[in-house]
Each structure stands twice: as C-alpha cells, then as structure tokens.
T-cell receptor, first 112, second 113 residues
C-alpha cells in the first residue's frame, strides 16, 4: 500500500530535550515536506527536500532541522524544543512540485 | 512574505446546495493550485488541483476556477452531501527552482442533512 508513515504519532516532552520525528514514504517520490498545523493558521511549511541531500527552508524553519540521506526518509529534528513548537506536524511527499502531496497521519507534539 | 488568503473560515449549507470557497494568493510565480480535504484526525487529501495554464477544471461535483490576472482561485462543490463536511484548504505552490507551498487557513464546511 502506497503511504507516508510518521513516528511517533503522539509525543509529550519537556523544553530542551532533543527529539526526532521520523517520516518514511514507499512511493519513490523525489519531493518531501514537513508542515506544522496550528488552529486558524492552516498548514505552514517548515522545510522541504527536492531530492537526496537537497533541502531548503519553508516559511517557518526556525528551531527545526532536517536531513535527507535516503530517498524514502526525511526526519524532522528539534534540537532544543520550546513550548511554541507544540503543534500537529505532517510529513508529505510528491513525485514532482506540481503533483499531489501525500500526507502522513500526523504527529501531535506537546512541549512542556 | 507570500501568503494565501482563504474565505470564508466557516461555511454552513443545506444538503443539496452548492458551496463556494475562495482563495487569493500573492506570489505571482505560483503555478500549481491544489485543494485538500481534511477529515477529523487525518492528514489532508487532495480533491482537485489546477495548473497555471488552465482556467477551469471539473471532476464530478467538484470544480475549480483560476484567474491568474487577479491571483484568485475558487472551489465549487455542487449537490453537497453530509460526507462533504470537513475542513478544506487551498494552496499555492511555486515549483520553479524550489518547492515552496503556501496553504490558506482553511474553511470548515458543515453540510446539514
């Protein structure tokens, strides 16, 4: 089954404790993105990647890091999480920049 | 920065009526305009999209129109059904030289039976 998976689905952590949210797709897609979703703000792009070792900032990259060492994986790293990073996070992938993005099920992160 | 404005934020219609959601974008380099539907507890799913060289596209009860001059695009749902109730997002993507995607804030659609 073609899909995007994210782990964990739920995470409660404390300020300053480094964490990684994993994302994997099995569709051989070139493009991958991370978004955060906050009430009243829609989805905001954090980082995107157009291929292995090619990443760039989206609209809200501060406080986040990403890497793309393999085509299928695109982890999101929070080196020192803060409460304002409490949000619902989505990973997505697509074949090209002008094609449907397939979204993962989301990761709900709470930073205390 | 670049943005996408979406209206209305909430829309309530009677089953069988039409629903229209409108978006305006600011980046003239945007060339791909998808619409996503998000149901409770799930990730967004594409329902229809349109590219900058097309003015209108229809798929059964759903249609999208694009006016590049006005930087405006709209989603039209006809003969609405209760299962159309969800949050709808428009987006504008700039694929040339990058993959920046800006989403609207969303429209919560209620279809009353």
């Amino acid at each position: 089954e073609a899909q995007v998976t994210q782990n964990p689905r739920y995470l409660i952590t404390v300020t300053g404790k480094k964490l990684t949210v994993t994302c994997s797709q099995n569709m051989n897609h070139e493009y991958m993105s991370w978004y955060r979703q906050d009430p009243g703000l829609g989805l905001r792009q954090i980082y995107y990647s157009m291929n292995v070792e090619v990443t760039d900032k989206g609209d809200v990259p501060e406080g986040y890091k990403v890497s793309r060492k393999e085509k299928r994986n695109f982890p999101l790293i929070l080196e020192s999480p803060s409460p304002n990073q409490t949000s619902l996070y989505f990973c997505a992938s697509s074949q090209t920049s002008e094609n449907e993005q397939f979204f993962g099920p989301g990761t709900r992160l709470t930073v205390l | 920065g670049e943005n996408v404005e979406q209206h209305p934020s909430t829309l309530s219609v009677q089953e069988g009526d039409s629903a229209v959601i409108k978006c305006t974008y600011s980046d003239s380099a945007s060339n791909y305009f998808p619409w996503y539907k998000q149901e409770l507890g799930k990730g967004p799913q594409l329902i229809i999209d349109i590219r900058s060289n097309v003015g209108e596209k229809k798929d059964q009860r759903i249609a999208v129109t694009l006016n590049k001059t006005a930087k405006h695009f709209s989603l039209h749902i006809t003969e609405t059904q209760p299962e159309d109730s969800a949050v709808y997002f428009c987006a504008a993507s700039t694929g040339t030289g990058g993959f920046k995607t800006i989403f609207g804030a969303g429209t919560r659609l209620f279809v009353k039976a």
